[in-house]
């Protein structure tokens, strides 16, 4: 942080003029009010960092410790030019976070407009609709994967059979597809929040007067709410995008991955070189090549949130 | 409850009578109160896989059973899935973090840790105490846990691998299964049993080398394939391994249960309950399970066989879980004293006891098991084919032609995780149709020859 | 005490009763969306064998046998090590999110946007990036090799409060620039002419005309670090939290959905009923600044 230094002048210097010295240290507070929080996350996110980009030009395999060295980028050549699954699951995750972000939103907000409107038990729908998203994913993934998806014994196809047709096998079939369901169902009611917030900031004097001249209520939705919702959504997708790229258990639980590498996106498949090959080089490897790619993706999202502070501001 | 209790209180007595005799060998059995063990002391950590076994074996450890014997000692049980588990102990042991002093492994890494130097050997402790009995304990199973000589775990529970089926679907369909069947047969009745509404034959399709990997391994092993020649050149496109391969992954895709991708033991077994199943070969430990009538209603409808055959009479397919201890533990007395508790002779009566059954007691590591009359009266059917199977399987000559490594339905070395993760996915990318068999065949293959290019055992 | 002009939820909600079609429809998709959890709830009360059952038993006799089974392991140490970490990791992120949100917003630092892009950008890497170096700075022996010194935190509550307090720090500093941004300009002003100190505009003055946005953020974060699964499994994986009592129950010999639906119900229940509660803290929250 390179905050130009104002000679030192202490708040309580000049007691005459509160407000003058107020303003003078106002930088100075302001910086001081950051620093911890800042401080305490540089240490706990960047110290670990150090050390993957230290552990990423070494050969280390846990279960071969007599093997362990530096290799100078051996790891990186290796991912870029012969790691046979590195660009589908590029592919793959730019697919799972798209689809499933996307798909959230859509779904989120016709919960919202649905429980906008009132009718009996209005309370009840936006409480079930609400709970998936105070549902812990691992038992999410675990209910979906066992009771509900299952080929044999799931619900999903027995219900489908119900009306004579013979349902998928979800998880081979379609695993991406899968995943993204129970992701969507997880963060649909996220998005519903954000948006039911954005809905309820519509004054009701434009909706009247909307009404007032005879528009029905699928122009109402259109004219008047889904644009007075635009900044709404792009803040659910931003957020929706920064937590859903760092699911993995669901893939963990469901595909591991598969079957192949169908289901793998980057942080899983870092996690599985680190955790289930124990290949600590390649892992770390990977991380920095993942790191330097959200960085791309982060300086992308900071334009769009740059505009809408500006926005704001305005 | 009140049951549990009251047969704490039985369970109780029969370990404290059993594996408490520092004193007088002569009062065993007979006297009520031994006095407990309060000269070791300690604190461990153990680390289990969550298989019933370990489940039992916990529920009885909370009950205050080992408490009774060894007073002084806290045991802190950390449960987990085989998976989730197997990752945590590695990567604690390889890091040498020391979180755990006890954990369960297999024999894949008992003889490469202790190599490692990160595994006391524990044979010598177990060998000294003459209540333990360490000679009962099968010699295929201590083969697979020793290293230069020591023996750096105890066995819990040990299996091979068997085939079951529905006698009701073979007598509707008027076929009958051979005691040592042939895979050819297996094929055969899997085509004259696969209907709509049941699967002639299920196998494990869930990619993992313990998973799909395990069968898998000894079908090669079976049909005269293996994984590399003596040169560490890899094999799976060699004609009798490509053939179980395509055999492996055709039986399933033509006679196999919806989405086997996603099986394993686990699902298999559900479906040869809910009689979905025609046939399944699997690990023998499941045949406690599907003849229990609490797991099972039809348990009287399940047939036993051998393992399927080939050009080899047997896959050589031999697991077991076992306790083994970290080299680094501090509290080493108290680890072996937990360790042998658990897979005790006297373990087998307080557990039966506790649970008034046989279904989680561990069996196929101890030969007295098998002398039990009252355990040979529950396991009638299947005893003596599991017990052949365990002596039968040579996981250290798995192959027909001679191979640079040991192991039966896995290669011992360390890298064979990774290789045996990637190698079920490449085939599980086959088994749902997203790729060819044959040019996953030839994929898997480059792969493993890179590994032990990159391992360095291939010149 | 000056409150704010917070529009209270529920007031954009059309006045007019929406059609039987309509709330037919809404109907339907809730039961949809809320039937997983329903049916997993009930799975929890059947037996091994009814739980694979196909058609489902949706009316059947309870069993208590899981629940007897879930209960034969000691859950309480889970229950209490999640509620000490969702707790003391909550108040971290407050304590440190609160003045760090309330300079962003109300003293505007130089650089404050490329600090708050900083902190998005922290929630954005992937954990699994560096969970081994983590997991290895955690250790009691570090790595030796690189001369690398462990902190012991491996298996630790400690350990999991710094990570989740740095988990939810960036969205909590987030949410509270949103709702500090809310604050009129000209009740600071009156504030600072009156002489007030910094602690007494920050806790008499601003905080409380906030305090469904403090609610809210404070119930995420405590959302967030219940139901984390990853990063207690990999780094405190024994005697840890619910997650881990959960998932134990899975099991590769043996059926175990019932029993898993127990464990899951019993995994879920505090904070969905929590949720529940707070849902119009939580709506109003998100409303009143999420979206600055």
Not at chain 3, 136 to 159: A, C, K, R
């Amino acid at each position: 942080m390179a905050v130009a230094q104002s000679p030192a002048q202490p708040a309580v210097a000049a007691p005459a003029a509160p407000t003058g010295s107020r303003r003078l240290a106002e930088h100075q507070i302001g910086r001081l009010l950051v620093l911890p929080a800042l401080i305490f996350a540089i240490l706990v996110t960047q110290a670990p960092f150090l050390l993957t980009i230290l552990y990423s030009f070494q050969r280390w395999n846990l279960n071969r410790p007599d093997q362990r060295g530096f290799v100078g980028f051996d790891n990186y050549i290796f991912l870029l030019t012969r790691d046979p699954a590195f660009y589908e699951v590029i592919l793959n995750t730019v697919i799972f976070v798209v689809g499933a972000v996307l798909a959230s939103l859509a779904l989120g907000l016709l919960f919202a407009e649905l429980v906008n409107h009132r009718f009996p038990g209005r309370g009840i729908v936006r409480t079930m609709l609400i709970t998936p998203f105070l549902i812990m994913p691992a038992a999410a993934a675990l209910t979906w994967k066992n009771q509900m998806l299952d080929a044999n014994f799931g619900i999903v196809d027995w219900l489908i059979s119900l009306v004579g047709l013979r349902g998928p096998v979800w998880l081979s079939d379609y695993p991406m597809l899968s995943v993204i369901a129970v992701i969507v169902w997880r963060w649909a009611p996220f998005m519903m929040l954000i948006l039911l917030a954005g809905m309820q900031s519509i004054s009701e004097e434009v909706r009247e007067a909307a009404r007032v001249d005879g528009a029905t209520a699928r122009q109402e939705f259109f004219d008047i709410t889904l644009p007075h919702l635009w900044r709404f959504m792009q803040l659910g997708g931003l957020l929706g995008t920064v937590f859903i790229v760092q699911e993995i258990d669901p893939i963990f639980m469901m595909t591991g991955g598969g079957p192949g590498d169908a289901t793998t996106t980057l942080p899983y498949f870092v996690y599985e070189k680190a955790r289930e090959s124990f290949d600590i080089g390649r892992g770390a490897a990977l991380g920095v090549i993942v790191v330097l790619m959200s960085i791309v993706v982060i300086t992308l999202l900071v334009r769009l949130l740059d505009r809408m502070l500006e926005r704001q501001e305005a | 409850m009140l049951r549990r209790r009251l047969l704490t209180g039985v369970m109780t007595a029969a370990v404290v009578a059993a594996t408490m005799v520092p004193f007088s060998l002569t009062s065993r059995a007979q006297t009520p109160a031994v006095e407990p063990n309060t000269e070791i002391s300690g604190t461990i950590d153990v680390a289990m896989v969550a298989n019933p076994q370990m489940v039992a074996l916990q529920e009885l450890v909370e009950s205050g059973a080992f408490n009774e014997a060894y007073p002084n000692i806290t045991v802190n049980l950390t449960v987990l899935p085989e998976n989730e588990i197997r990752q945590t102990i590695t990567q604690d042991v390889t890091t040498q973090s020391g979180q755990f002093d006890v954990f369960t492994i297999g024999p894949f890494e008992v003889p490469l840790w202790a190599e490692q130097g990160w595994l006391e050997e524990v044979g010598a402790a177990a060998e000294a105490n003459p209540d333990y009995d360490l000679a009962d304990v099968f010699e295929s199973m201590k083969a697979g846990l020793t290293y230069e000589g020591g023996l750096y775990a105890l066995p819990f529970y040990g299996e091979s691998a068997m085939t079951f089926y529905r006698t009701d679907l073979f007598e509707e369909a008027g076929l009958e299964m051979p005691e040592r069947p042939t895979w050819t047969q297996i094929a055969e009745f899997a085509a004259a049993l696969d209907s709509d509404a049941v699967s002639g034959v299920c196998l494990r399709g869930l990619p993992g080398w313990g998973e799909m990997g395990a069968p898998l391994g000894t079908v090669i092993n079976a049909f005269g394939g293996r994984w590399y020649d003596e040169n560490w050149v890899a094999q799976l496109n060699d004609e009798d391994s490509a053939r179980a391969i395509r055999f492996y992954i055709e039986l399933l895709q033509n006679y196999g249960p919806e989405g086997a991708v996603g099986n394993g033991f686990t699902e298999n077994e559900t479906l040869l309950i809910q009689g979905q199943c025609a046939m399944w070969y699997d690990a023998t430990s499941a045949a406690e399970l599907i003849t229990d009538p609490a797991i099972n209603p039809d348990y009287e409808q399940v047939g036993f066989a051998y393992g399927p055959s080939d050009k080899l009479p047997t896959g050589n397919w031999l697991w077991s879980w076992n306790f083994a201890m970290a080299a680094n533990s501090d509290a080493k007395d108290a680890a072996n004293a937990f360790m042998q508790w658990a897979t005790s002779t006297a373990y087998v009566d307080a557990i039966v006891a506790f649970d008034g059954g046989w279904g989680r007691a561990p069996t196929g590591a101890r030969a007295s098991v098998y002398e039990n009359p009252s355990y040979q009266e529950r396991a009638a059917d299947f005893a003596e084919i599991v017990l052949n199977s365990i002596n039968e399987a040579n996981p250290n000559e798995p192959t027909e032609e001679p191979v640079p490594y040991t192991g039966g339905q896995f290669v011992r070395i360390p890298e064979f995780q990774q290789l045996g993760n990637d190698v079920t996915q490449i085939f599980a990318s086959a088994l749902v149709g997203d790729m060819e068999i044959d040019a996953a065949i030839e994929e898997a293959n480059a792969l493993a020859d890179q590994v032990a290019i990159d391992a360095g055992y291939q010149e | 005490m000056a409150t704010l002009p917070i529009r209270r939820a529920g007031r954009g909600v059309s006045r007019e009763t929406a059609s039987p079609l309509w709330a037919i429809s809404a109907w339907i998709v809730g039961l949809i969306v809320f039937f997983p959890v329903l049916y997993m709830f009930l799975t929890g009360f059947k037996s091994e064998n009814a739980a694979v059952e196909l058609p489902p038993r949706l009316i059947f006799w309870p069993t208590f046998e899981n629940y007897d089974a879930v209960f034969g392991i000691n859950f309480v140490p889970f229950f209490r090590n999640s509620l000490v970490t969702s707790l003391v990791s909550t108040f971290f992120v407050m304590l440190l999110a609160i003045p760090c949100a309330y300079a962003l917003a109300l003293y505007r630092p130089k650089k404050w946007k490329d600090i708050l892009f900083f902190f998005i950008s922290t929630r954005f890497l992937p954990a699994a990036g560096v969970i081994v170096p983590l997991y290895v700075l955690f250790s009691p022996v570090g790595d030796p090799v690189l001369g690398v010194p462990g902190l012991g935190l491996l298996g630790t509550l400690q350990g999991l409060v710094i990570l989740y307090t740095a988990m939810n720090l960036p969205i909590a500093v987030w949410m509270l620039r949103s709702f500090f941004e809310e604050v009129p300009r000209d009740i600071l002003d009156a504030a600072r002419v009156d002489g007030a100190s910094l602690p007494r505009e920050m806790f008499q003055i601003v905080l409380p005309m906030i305090s469904p946005g403090l609610v809210a953020t404070a119930f995420i974060a405590i959302i967030f670090a219940w139901n984390e699964f990853f990063l207690a499994y990999n780094l405190a994986p024994k005697e840890s939290t619910v997650p881990m009592f959960m998932v134990r129950f899975v099991t590769s010999e043996g059926l175990f959905w019932a029993k898993l639906a127990a464990s899951s119900t019993m995994a879920v229940i505090p904070i969905v009923l929590l949720g529940w509660i707070a849902q119009r803290q939580l709506v109003r929250g998100l409303s009143m600044g999420a979206v600055k």
